[in-house]
């Protein structure tokens, strides 16, 4: 099982920019789907941004697609979020996750492994 560990986030203005990154530990995520969830005050944890590196598959919700991209370096063994044209509704803490499994699903009950969360508040 892989650990993870979170960098990045922050405050930042409504219409910047900030990148997460996610290091993994233990394990190579090559043959791993990784994730990025974010959860808000009140709300449930949504799973927005998916990837499989071994075959490319990736997943955007609706509420990020065209602004978040994620991307996996196999070779430092981390998984980056750059997020752009944020917005207020976008504030929440952030999770890096995976499983040592190839899904084609976001769906957080699935993952297994979690890193400590990253809060992202975007304000003026």
């Known amino acids: 099982q892989v650990h993870l560990v979170e960098s990045g986030g922050g405050l930042v203005q409504p219409g910047g920019s900030l990148r997460l990154s996610c290091t993994a530990s233990g394990d190579n995520l090559d043959y791993y789907t990784v994730g990025w969830f974010r959860q808000a005050p009140g709300k449930d944890r949504e799973g927005f941004s998916c990837?499989?590196?071994?075959?490319?598959?990736?997943f955007y919700a609706d509420s990020v697609k065209g602004r978040f991209t994620m991307s996996v370096d196999i070779a430092k063994n981390t998984v980056n979020l750059q997020m752009n044209n944020l917005i207020p509704e976008d504030t929440a803490v952030y999770y890096c996750?995976?499983?040592?499994?190839?899904?084609?699903?976001?769906?957080?009950?699935?993952?297994?492994?979690w890193g400590q969360g990253a809060q992202v508040t975007v304000a003026s």
């Open positions: 996750a995976t499983i040592f499994a190839l899904v084609g699903r976001c769906y957080a009950p699935d993952f297994g492994s």
């Open positions: 990837m499989r590196s071994r075959d490319g598959w990736s």
